[in-house]
């Protein structure tokens, strides 16, 4: 059984369906699955000045919050994170900024990792924001899987790189969001499979 751990940000919901999306088609190809949000560490007066920002915090109240080990338990690592700025959130980085003693300790190499995000604008930094996570990967020694074209499903979304949501349009995920969630991990976790056999 591939181990998968799926470690994310979301603010307002969106990454968290994503996320969500990729853990059922994880748990559906036969993976062990672990979802983990990581913490919220913008300032209150932040999160309580915007409604859907609120709501979403109060939602992952007692939700399993993401620790380094997590990395080290998985076989497949699938990151996401909404798009600041044409990169990661902050809230993701300080997760990222705590792997360092499992990275200098070589714990977090030869593992396969991929990313998906979201933006509000079509042309919002999705592709900088997931190869800035690629760029990662690359310090940890991991095993980077595009989706690349490898289905026609790529050609709807557009995204080589990874998984990208315009929210601008719909904040809800629709069928063609679903399919190319799902064959990034899927894609993702038989990579793994051949790597192990």
């Known amino acids: 059984m ?35 949000h990581v913490a919220e560490t913008a300032p209150r007066e932040a999160v309580e000045s915007v409604d859907a920002w609120r709501d979403h915090v109060a939602e992952m109240e007692g939700q399993p919050v993401a620790e380094p080990d997590d990395l080290v338990w998985a076989d497949v690592v699938v990151m996401g994170s909404p798009t600041r700025y044409g990169h990661v959130t902050s809230q993701l980085q300080a997760f990222l900024d705590t792997l360092g003693p499992l990275w200098s300790q070589g714990k977090l190499a030869d593992k396969v990792y991929t990313a998906f995000t979201s933006t509000q604008t079509r042309h919002g930094g999705q592709e900088s924001t997931i190869l800035a996570l690629h760029t990662t990967f690359a310090h940890l020694g991991g095993i980077i899987v595009p989706p ?50």
């Open 2 to 36: 591939t181990n998968v751990a799926i470690v994310y940000y979301s603010s307002q919901g969106t990454t968290h369906a994503m996320a969500r999306r990729v853990a059922e088609a994880a748990e559906k190809h036969g993976a062990d699955v672990r979802l983990r």
């Open 148 to 197: 690349g074209y490898t289905d026609a499903v790529k050609f709807g979304d557009g995204n080589p790189y990874g998984v990208g949501k315009v929210t601008g349009e719909s904040t809800e995920l629709d069928d063609q969001d679903h399919a190319a969630l799902d064959h990034l991990v899927v894609r993702a976790i038989e990579v793994a499979e051949r790597l192990a056999a």
